[in-house]
């Protein structure tokens, strides 16, 4: 009859490791949701970009093209102003872009810094 020998057969989690392991992984769905929103953000931006430059031809005046975006982007509570835009007329269209950080607070004085730029170029 054969014998099994018990230590080197046994597989699986400890209690200590489970508690480990469940700890990380709480800790990175943690994050990930506290960042969604600023990447929610970032896409409602990006969506308000193209259609502000989709709204005017090329011998649009910046301050209207400014206003238009401010006035969109109040209603999607973004936090870039129309004065931060950076408006460039190219191959006959109005390009639009703009930079700027946001900071995600995750635990504590610990935070996350996103660096995001968006630009879009309208269809006129």
Do not use: H
């Not at 990380?24 to 969506?47: D, I």
């Not at 639009?96 to 730029?117: H, T």
């Amino acid at each position: 009859m054969r014998t099994l020998n018990s230590a080197s057969k046994q597989r699986g989690l400890s209690l200590f490791g489970f508690i480990i392991l469940a700890a990380v992984v709480g800790f990175v769905m943690f994050t990930s949701f506290r960042c969604v929103p600023a990447w929610t953000e970032f896409f409602s931006l990006k969506k308000v970009l193209l259609a502000t430059a989709n709204e005017f031809s090329i011998e649009a005046s910046s301050p209207v093209i400014r206003n238009a975006f401010d006035r969109r982007a109040q209603i999607d509570d973004l936090p870039v102003k129309g004065s931060e835009l950076d408006i460039r007329k190219e191959n006959g269209k109005i390009v639009l872009a703009v930079s700027y950080a946001r900071r995600v607070p995750v635990a504590g004085n610990m935070s996350l810094l996103f660096d995001f730029e968006a630009s879009a170029a309208g269809s006129k």
